[in-house]
């Protein structure tokens, strides 16, 4: 019997070795308005715990879980993630973790956004003026294979519109469901352009030059922080080298007369 119970957790280990190794390996996808699938990532101890999220949810208040759909859904996990599964989450690992991923998954999501919005413009500005519809433009810009955020996020609103939203509302339930700044900035132009009756292809123009502006504003700002955020790795990197380098034969010296 004794022997028996070496041989159990050499079992166990071996088991729960292999479903790591599964896990570790899985890959795990959302799927996009329009049918394909986008890869997503999400921490190893999301995948373990997952699948034991449902024995949480007799213990989660349906209005707490909800105010983690919007946030969920602007970090591209919506369909991927539920709001009780993330408070699930968040019970099992002692709930600082899941938050501090969730808000690093928003901002790199919106870096994303922002970056990609003037070049987008750009391309959508030569559509529209070319000849094209604006959701003709917008089809074409999301014919790529492999889309990016903003892409993924103007799908959605193409497919608002085709299942017979206004362009108007479509574009107000892309700026609330995303939050991004620039592209809530976008949507709002031209719903104005939209009431007003100004040519869109002119509104997307001016967005780009701004969105084109901005870009450069702020490459300009980083540009300008770059020495203060170099201080203090060369005060702990290499300042200390150069010390010793130049006070070492005198301390060496100093040691030698002393004895």
């Known amino acids: 019997m004794k022997a028996l119970i070496p041989m159990f957790w050499a079992l166990a280990a071996a088991f729960l070795a292999a479903y790591l190794c599964l896990v570790m390996g899985e890959v795990v996808y959302v799927t996009l308005a329009d049918g394909r699938k986008a890869e997503r990532r999400i921490p190893l ?20 879980a909800a105010r ?13 993630i539920s709001g009780q599964e993330f408070v699930a989450l968040k019970a099992m690992l002692l709930w600082v973790f ?30 529209v003026e070319a000849g094209m519809d604006f959701v003709s ?17 103007l799908l959605v609103m193409t497919r608002e519109i085709q299942i017979g939203s206004s362009r108007k ?16 900035a976008f949507a709002f132009a031209l ?42 790795p060369l005060m702990l990197c290499i300042f200390p080298a150069v010390f010793v380098i130049l006070l070492g034969p005198v301390l060496a010296n100093a040691l030698k007369g002393m004895f």
């Open 45 to 64: 101890a999301f995948k373990i715990l997952l699948p034991l999220c449902p024995n949480f949810f007799r213990f989660v208040k349906p209005a707490y």
């Open 68 to 80: 983690f759909e919007p946030k969920l859904a602007q970090a591209g996990m919506d369909g991927l």
């Open 98 to 127: 899941p938050d501090i991923w969730l808000r690093e998954a928003i901002k790199e999501r919106h870096t994303s956004i922002m970056r990609s919005l003037p070049f987008v413009l750009d391309l959508l500005t030569l559509s």
């Open 137 to 153: 433009a917008l089809q074409r810009n999301c014919s790529a294979k492999k889309l990016t955020p903003l892409n993924e996020e």
């Open 169 to 184: 509302e479509a574009l107000r339930h892309m700026a609330e469901r995303v939050g991004e700044p620039n592209l809530r």
């Open 191 to 232: 719903i104005q352009a939209d009431e007003l009756g100004v040519s869109i292809g002119t509104m997307l123009r001016i967005q780009a030059e701004q969105m084109r502006d901005k870009r450069f504003d702020r490459a300009e700002r980083m540009a300008a922080q770059a020495p203060t955020k170099m201080l203090f």
